[in-house]
């Protein structure tokens, strides 16, 4: 941040986010508790989440092959940050991340998206049809993301 003062301002969102140290205890901890109530066969689970800069789709792997989910929708009265911002994120989030042992959490792209974190206005769709459901992003720019079964 230091190194990109025009970015400082995005320095609080950062520290605010539950995979930061500050709040590493309370993120791993509700991962657990997520995992166990996705650990029957049948039971699928999928997080919804809000930050107000970017859109993003995050699964972390469950016992079993199941994934939970995490639907990521950025806020509409806000700005969008740069693109660089996000391709930024996206470059660190190929690192991948386990705060829980042997639940790898990988950031996977949106559908229709070339990039991991998108840097446009948006919000969340979600269509339930008989037991299926799917979640589609509708972006300022880009219009509606492809669906995405959940």
Known sequence: MVLTPQMQKYEDDLRDQWQSRA??????HMLELMARIAEPEAQEVTVLSGEIHLAARGEMTLPGGNLLHQLVASGISH???PKAWARVLGALATLGGAPLKRHPIRMARIPGQTQRYVAERNYLVLTRDGTHWTAEWDF???????????
């Open 79 to 81: 700005r969008a940050p």
């Open 140 to 150: 300022e720019i880009s219009g509606r993301s492809p669906a995405l079964p959940i």
């Open 23 to 28: 709040h590493r205890d309370s993120w791993t």
